[in-house]
């Protein structure tokens, strides 16, 4: 029910949203949990395995019980903590695990057979037979447990990551952070403050309490209107601070759109990325429960919950409230509900000493022991003075004591040092370098405790950011002791809940020690404890003490399992924000890409290139018939082909020549200006790294060509061999690859189409400056077709232009353009390797290029080429392989001799590349074979199992087309 | 984590490219089988200190010499390799296997 | 005979606004790369006059002339004729390797931060930076109003697109 008065929520903003298909109203401001709760909507949700029903744990992102899944347009987003998810106009919520309804579950006979499904249950009762676990007993698990369910659509919705840098980061916006911000940024250092909720404030918007005798809401909002005011501040809210990374690195989870309804280009989360000079984590205290039995009913909530959702929200889910309590602070709870007229109808402290004036009944010494009501509390049983005694309640608010959130000082390893004053592990001094943690993060509750402890860390962090604090005058506010009796669990019959999300009990704990599960870590894993959506946020502190009791060891020494990132839940779509498409691989375009589109080339990915397939004509109703017109095209008249996508390196210096001398294994520096040749590149190891041609532009000037797959790799290798070993030589590299267009025309006639165009006079392997009209362009005679063969470049500007160009002058020549799988058959048939073949396994032995090894020079990888078992009959060498029958072959299959068996032990090489031939009339392969060289002639056995493919093979020399490269030279 | 490039300054991760160790500056020559297997393969795997080259492949296009702890993931400084990457000091250097 | 059309690498792009920034496709005039030779900085620093060879992340500027350091070594003069360096260093035409496009307005830094890892807070005007857009490497350069950023001519229109998204992202949370 609403309270007048209270809370500050919108009351002039009606808000309508539904739950489970039934429209409610409820004000701006409120989130889903305080809105239900005003409707007097008790049970939200069904529990993980024993499908109880449950109502709102808690009023903030650790919520355990209140998990739904809104539904919108094209998402459905499950998990969604009801405590966090603030309503809008139109919101469509659901509850989650319960069929048909949450009123009426089926599986909640679960529940009742309670006793079989206890921890580990299903290690043990799913074990046989063997085959009964992938079909029935999985997916039967599966259905029964679990969350919510998903769209089975793509999440298409928006996105964002970001990147922010900061001089300090402050974690969290209560007193303390408030403190530590005001200091930083009054002594001009650029400050990010950080807090998960709505507005700033923490537990002050929560509390009722009062600074410098004015409410303390009025107080934060000074704070707040000076802090935004300042350039060198950043105020983010609904941003949570989820881990904590090397080098003063933070990731954080903003929820930039989840409060309204979507709209364009709105990005539902982003992702932070948030460099800070140093840190201040004040993340606070979380309030924890105590196990008694039937612990979990709706209507059971933390004691602070209650005093967030009556002092911020306006809502109280009871008219006749209980509070179990085993400290001082849940006595305000009870306090500010009788001041909002909300009656109170006892205090149960479990503290003997207790004080007991209050405006109601207060029981010291005294436990809840039992509780009734099936989808909401009716009552509960109170043991006082060795009595047991009914008290009529709807609403028991609990409170075990407070717990600091010292997650974040353990995402590098740290480890929490148990205080026992405070019942309550405390961050470890420099957990994290850089970070200091202030308030009751670092166990002070008080509010003027925290003030003081962040401006006091906020001083010190400013210190080793070398600025000057400025004096601050702290405000006064209030400084209560906090007075705890630990107890974490009440003893007795029936089941009293640790782990709300996963069901798990004080029973399965005990068990857990009882089968010598008795390590926290192992306890964690055979109960589940702790693995749920709120990471056990809510009950690994109870578990642990119900552990250590258990095994008679004391809190310390069992210790707590590991705190790992995220805080708390961030949805893959924000870590991957800006991850599809263009933003999963930028897409590079030729500069003929438009003219290619244009002539229906479906384009294909070459690495980021996208590269025409081929050119179909009218009457094609397939690749192959394009692929064989354009393979026949290049070889009788005249092709073109866009090959800007190679590597293109210019190298410079007096010592270019030595420097190619040391990187490729043949000579560059006897290389005539004006030449042209063909070069292999090999890695450290004395593996294949690259080939391609390099052209001497001039003495001291040449241009390598890389092949497009690898053009990254060879910058890099050529930046460390030039810095690592050639420290003081006079050579400069840089990429060319983007300036020059650069386009090959192939075959008989390829001269005479460039004669139409420029000056064509060079000898084959020639290279030299063109005048293409106003054009500056250069001209190579080289081919990677076997046909007398051209590339002309001129600068990207003109591509386009040149490309249409060119493909007017060879259509009127009978030619045309040709595609990357002509591109590919027309090499195979000429022999001539690409990264399919120097894959990075092979040598320049294997592909027969060992005589390229110049004897008379070192280079990179010389030495490791040369190693025993890198040279030899043992080795897999390159070969061509030609069909017996008329059949297709496929790159990928394995070589066996005929006659043996197709055994792993008998396999004898594999195959690289095939491509069928128009010009032989057939299938041709490219293949590593075992001694391969010295056995061209034979027969092998090519075996294919994926595509069914068994054929013999004759192995020959990998060049079937003009061996002796007449028509490349003439 | 972050790396300070000498030239570009501090950088994140991502605008770098791991090698690995600094064992690699060291080139063997010939066909000394042991020093080219050292070279290639034998490393040390401290706990500890060690010195790796990264690339910074998004900026500058420098091979640097980071020293870091494996352990604690401090990041203690970066060198150009192109300056002998001895602005870090020799005295870190731990030759492993290699001669 | 050829006659050769021109395009830009955003050819046919027209600039966009949202949110307050413009995202507009610039010509950036003559490109070269100068990488000084060993023994030649003395040399190369009197024929550079009024330039200076930048030191790393910095700009020298004259008139439309611009020496922006790019990387180890090495700067590109814009907007200039590399008249008199031969011999001193070597240059390399990149006029057509590289898109340019300009990034201004208020929020021009706020569109960048969803993009670049880098902190832009003290990038003065006169500073430049090489870094990455995404997966892809950029020449950020601080100007006047805003940035400018080269980015590989292939990859003009990602980069376009990346920019356009992160601008229309930046405009509705403005809006929302």
Request: glycine share 12%; net charge neutral.
């Amino acid at each position: 029910m609403r309270i007048d008065g209270k809370g500050s929520v919108d009351r002039a903003a009606p808000v309508r949203f539904r739950f489970d298909g039934v429209e409610y109203q409820g004000f701006k401001g409120d989130t889903l949990a305080s809105a239900l709760m005003a409707n007097g909507v008790r049970v939200v949700g069904r529990s993980f395995k024993y499908h109880r029903p449950r109502g709102v744990l808690t009023a903030g992102s650790e919520e355990p019980n209140a998990l739904v899944e809104i539904i919108e347009d094209r998402q459905q987003t499950p998990n969604v903590r009801a405590t966090v998810q603030e309503i809008y106009e139109g919101m469509e919520a659901k509850s989650q695990n319960r069929w048909p309804s949450l009123k009426f579950d089926v599986l909640a006979v679960n529940d009742l057979a309670a006793p079989f499904l206890s921890a580990g249950f299903y290690y043990k009762t799913f074990m046989w037979p063997r085959a009964f676990w992938e079909r029935i007993y999985e997916p039967l698990i599966r259905r029964a447990a679990g969350l919510g369910s998903l769209s089975g659509r793509h999440d298409e919705a928006d996105y964002e990551k970001a990147f922010a840098f900061c001089d300090l980061l402050v974690i969290g916006a209560g007193p303390a952070g408030l403190a530590a911000a005001l200091q930083a940024a009054r002594a001009g250092a650029d400050v990010i403050l950080a807090d998960e909720g709505v507005a700033m404030g923490g537990r002050l918007l929560a509390d009722s309490g009062q600074i410098d005798g004015k409410p303390a809401g009025e107080w934060v909002r000074d704070v707040l209107a000076e802090l935004g005011a300042m350039p060198n501040v950043r105020l983010m809210t609904r941003t949570s601070v989820t881990g904590v990374y090397d080098g003063g690195t933070y990731s954080a989870l903003e929820r930039v759109g989840l409060h309204v309804a979507a709209r364009p280009d709105l990005p539902r989360e982003c992702f932070w990325r948030i460099v800070a000079g140093q840190a201040v984590l004040a993340a606070g205290a979380q309030e924890r429960m105590i196990a008694f039995a039937d612990n979990d009913r709706p209507g059971i909530m933390t004691a602070s919950a209650i005093r967030t959702y009556l002092n911020h929200y306006g809502v109280s889910l009871g008219k006749r409230v209980t509070i179990f309590a085993n400290n001082d602070d849940a006595r305000q709870t009870a306090r500010d509900l009788m001041a909002a007229g909300v009656e109170v109808a006892a205090i149960i402290d479990a503290r003997p000493d207790a004080p007991v004036a209050e405006d109601c009944p207060v029981y010291a010494g005294a436990e809840v022991v039992g509780t009734k009501g099936r989808h909401g509390l009716t009552s509960i049983t109170v043991r006082h003075r060795g009595g047991d005694m009914q008290i009529e309640t709807d609403c028991l608010g609990v409170s075990g004591g407070w717990n600091p959130l010292v997650h974040l000082t353990c995402h590098m390893n740290g480890r929490p040092v148990w205080d026992a004053s405070l019942a309550a592990f405390l961050p470890r001094a420099g957990a994290v370098p850089g970070m200091h943690v202030a308030g009751a993060a670092a166990g002070v509750f008080s509010t003027a405790g925290c003030l003081t402890s962040g401006a006091a860390v906020a001083v010190q962090a400013l210190g080793v950011l070398g600025r000057k604090a400025v004096p601050m005058e702290l405000p006064l506010a209030e400084n209560a002791g906090y007075d705890i009796l630990p107890l974490w669990e009440v003893k007795g019959k029936g089941r009293a809940w640790l782990d709300f999300a996963n069901d798990v009990t004080t029973k399965d704990v005990r068990l857990a020690a009882q089968e010598n599960f008795a390590s926290v870590e192992h306890m964690k894993r055979y109960t589940t404890q702790g693995m749920a959506p709120d990471q056990g946020k809510n009950s690994n502190v109870g578990a642990l003490a119900v552990l250590a009791d258990a095994t008679g060891r004391g809190i310390p020494e069992t210790g707590t399992t590991t705190f790992r990132p995220p805080f708390s839940p961030v949805s893959i779509a924000a870590m991957g924000a800006g991850g599809r498409a263009e933003g999963f691989a930028p897409q590079r375009f030729m500069t003929s890409h438009s003219a290619s589109v244009e002539r229906g080339a479906p384009m294909i990915e070459a690495g980021m290139w996208y590269r025409p397939s081929y050119f179909p004509r009218m009457g094609e109703s397939t690749w192959r018939e394009a692929c064989d017109r354009e393979v026949t095209m290049v070889r009788g008249t005249v092709g073109v082909c866009d090959v800007s996508t190679l590597g293109k390196i210019d190298i410079q210096g007096r010592d270019a020549a030595r420097f190619l001398d040391l990187v490729y294994t043949n000579m560059f520096s006897t290389l005539p200006v004006g030449r042209v040749r063909y070069g292999l590149m090999l890695r450290a190891d004395g593996h294949v790294l690259d080939d391609g041609t390099t052209a001497r532009l001039g003495e001291n000037h040449y241009l390598m060509t890389t092949t497009t797959a690898a053009a990254g790799l060879v910058m890099r290798h050529l930046e460390f061999v030039a810095q690592a070993y050639c420290a003081g030589w006079d050579v400069r590299f840089i990429s060319v690859t983007e300036n020059w267009a650069q386009f090959a025309v192939a075959g008989p006639m390829a001269k005479a189409l460039l004669e139409t165009l420029v000056e064509v006079d060079l000898p084959f392997m020639g290279c030299g400056p063109v005048q293409l009209d106003q054009v500056a362009a250069r001209l190579f005679r080289i081919s990677f077709s076997g046909e007398q063969g051209y590339e002309i470049a001129v600068p990207a500007r003109y591509g386009e232009a040149l490309f249409r160009d060119l493909l007017a002058r060879a259509e009127t020549m009978g030619g045309g353009a040709y595609g990357m799988e002509a591109l590919n058959v027309l090499r195979i048939e000429k022999g001539f390797i690409t990264h399919a073949e120097i894959h990075g396994r092979t040598t320049a032995f294997d592909i027969g290029m060992e005589k390229m090894v110049s004897a008379k020079k070192d280079c990179i990888g010389k030495g490791a080429a040369a190693r025993p078992g890198m040279v030899g009959a043992e080795r897999d060498q390159l070969v061509g392989l030609r069909p017996v029958n008329d059949v297709a072959i496929s790159a990928g299959a394995h070589l066996f001799n005929p006659g043996t068996e197709v055994t792993r032990v008998n396999d004898q090489g594999y195959v690289t590349s095939v491509g069928y031939s128009p010009t032989l009339g057939g299938y041709l392969g490219m293949a590593f074979l075992r001694d391969g060289r010295a056995r061209h002639g034979e027969m092998v056995r090519l075996v294919d199992h994926l595509r069914k493919i068994d054929v013999l093979c004759e192995v020959s020399d990998p060049v079937f087309h003009d061996p002796e490269g007449v028509k490349l030279r003439g | 984590m972050r790396i300070t490039c000498p030239l570009c300054g501090p950088r994140d991760r991502r605008e770098f490219y791991y090698y690995g160790s600094e064992d690699y500056l060291t080139r063997p020559e010939g066909e000394d089988w042991d020093a080219i297997d050292a070279h290639l393969h034998l490393r040390n795997n401290p706990a500890g200190r060690v010195r790796d080259l990264w690339y910074h492949d998004m900026g500058c296009t420098s091979w640097l010499v980071v020293t870091r702890d494996t352990v604690t993931h401090e990041v203690f400084g970066a060198a150009l390799v192109a300056d002998g990457g001895v602005s870090i000091s020799a005295k870190m250097k731990s030759k492993g296997g290699a001669a | 005979m050829a006659d050769l059309i021109a395009k830009t690498p955003l050819w046919g792009q027209g600039a966009v606004v949202s949110g307050g920034v413009t995202l507009a496709e610039v010509d950036l005039g003559q490109v070269t790369s100068v990488a000084p030779f060993v023994g030649q900085e003395k040399t190369l620093a009197a024929a550079l006059k009024p330039l200076v060879f930048p030191a790393p992340n910095m700009v020298s500027a004259k008139g439309a002339a611009r020496l922006v350091w790019t990387g180890r070594g090495q700067a590109f003069l814009i907007g200039a004729v590399p008249d008199g360096l031969d011999g001193l260093a070597a240059l390399t035409d990149q006029s057509d390797g590289w898109a340019g496009v300009s990034l201004t307005g208020a929020g021009a830094v706020d569109v960048l931060a969803r993009l670049i890892p880098l902190d832009l807070r003290d990038m003065a005007v006169g500073a430049c930076a090489r870094t990455s857009l995404g997966h892809m490497a950029v020449v950020l350069i601080r100007v006047k109003d805003g940035f400018e950023l080269l980015v590989f001519r292939s990859m003009a229109r990602t980069a376009w697109h990346e920019l356009e998204v992160a601008m229309k992202m930046r405009a509705a949370r403005l809006a929302c």
